[in-house]
Each structure stands twice: as C-alpha cells, then as structure tokens.
C-alpha cells in the first residue's frame, strides 16, 4: 500500500501562491493520487486529482513528476478562506478499495 | 438535498454501551465508507462497502460493525463502547472505490464518558 508524507503544517500570507509536497515513494502503477480539502467541523472535500503530469482545475493545480513518486498540490493567491487541512490520498481507480490518507497538512493563511 | 448524511451529529455516552451511527447517500454510488478521525486530526479509514460487500476492514477491534441494508445505506454499530473511541466519524460515498472522488458526510462526534 502506498503511505504517503506531507509536511505537518504551512504558513502563508493572503495572496500568494502556496505549493504543499506529498511523498508517495511506494506507490503502485494503478495508483491515482488525489488531494482532499477540510475545514474544523466538516467532512473532507474533493480538490483534486491526477496521475501524471499536470491537472488544473478552478480551484487548484496538481503537479506529478514523471517518476509520481511525489506530487505538489498549487493554490494560486490564497485567501483567509483556504485556512485548512489538506490531504494527500494515493488509491487505485480501477476496481481496487484501498486508499490511505496521509496525516494531512495544516495551512494557515494570514492576513 | 444533502449527498451524504448521518445521524447523530452528536453521541454522548457512558462506557459499556451500544451506539449506533446511521449513514445514508442519495448519490446512487456503489462504495461506501467509513472513517475515524481522532482529537490529533488523523483520518483513518474503518471500513468500506461496495454493493453490500464489506472490502476493507483496517485491523478494525470487532466491537465496530458495519450494516448495510442496502446500497445507499451504511450504519456503523459499535459495541462495549471505550474511552479510546471517544473521536469524529465520517461516513464517506464513492462512485466505485480507491481513487474515486469521496463525498463526506458531516460527521458525527462520539464521545465516551
């Protein structure tokens, strides 16, 4: 099963573009790799995902090195909003059942 | 209107009991999940069912079992409640399973006196 390893917190300012890197060494070639977005008191919410390369979205830009054996979750110009918990998930996306959430990343975003 | 939903929001209660926590999806997906999220904020996954099948058990104590009377519902029962269970669970869908979108419930936070 693929673990992934994040940082365990990350400070920025309103503005800026914030990167958050999630190690995934061990991840298999059925492997997806997703981010989940979670605010205090709720349940986790879908940001994005990928397997190679790069994907964007409205809200965010996932970057995958050729190797995947990691992969840096963008958010451009962050807001107070975007205060949160982010985690990187690894899981296959074709037929299989296993997904692990890392221990999640907390960013805080000042004014 | 709400994809996922459980009941109760909140469960307080004494050491020893039963509980149970409800879980329905209006989403139409096949996999449905349970997670434990403890007072550090780790997001652990319990259980998962896709179509009535269970296919994940986490090394789960036999005190939690899942129950799912069909597609769109999964409950969680947990029996001789500890202290140690005392945390905020979140019942999750997916359209299939592993890396597909998951959609959360609000979860419910269970605390055992």
């Known amino acids: 099963l693929a673990k992934t390893t994040q940082p365990i917190s990350m400070d920025s300012y309103e503005g800026q573009e914030v990167n958050i890197t999630c190690s995934h060494n061990n991840i298999a070639t059925n492997d997806y790799i997703t981010w989940y977005q979670q605010f205090p008191s709720q349940g986790p919410r879908f940001i994005i995902q990928g397997y190679k390369t790069k994907v964007t979205n409205e809200v965010a830009s996932l970057f995958i090195p050729a190797d995947r054996k990691s992969s840096t979750l963008s958010l451009p110009r962050v807001s107070l909003s975007d205060t949160a918990v982010y985690y990187c998930?690894?899981?296959?996306?074709?037929?299989?059942?296993?997904?692990?959430f890392g221990a999640g990343t907390r960013l805080f975003v000042k004014a | 209107d709400t994809a996922v939903s459980q009941t109760p929001k909140y469960l307080v209660t004494q050491m020893g009991n039963d509980k149970s926590i409800k879980c329905e999806q209006n989403l139409g997906h096949d996999t449905m999940y349970w997670y434990k999220q403890d007072s550090k904020k780790f997001l652990k996954i319990m259980f998962s069912?896709?179509?009535?099948?269970?296919?994940i058990n986490e090394t789960v104590p036999n005190r939690f079992s899942p129950k799912s009377p069909d597609k769109a519902h999964l409950n969680l029962h947990i029996n001789s409640l500890e202290l140690g269970d005392s945390a905020v669970y979140f019942c999750?869908?997916?359209?299939?399973?592993?890396?597909?979108?998951?959609?959360f419930g609000p979860g419910t936070r269970l605390t055992v006196l």
């Open positions: 998930l690894v899981g296959e996306n074709t037929g299989g059942f296993k997904t692990i």
């Open positions: 069912y896709n179509n009535k099948e269970l296919i």
């Open positions: 999750a869908s997916s359209l299939m399973g592993g890396g597909d979108e998951q959609f």
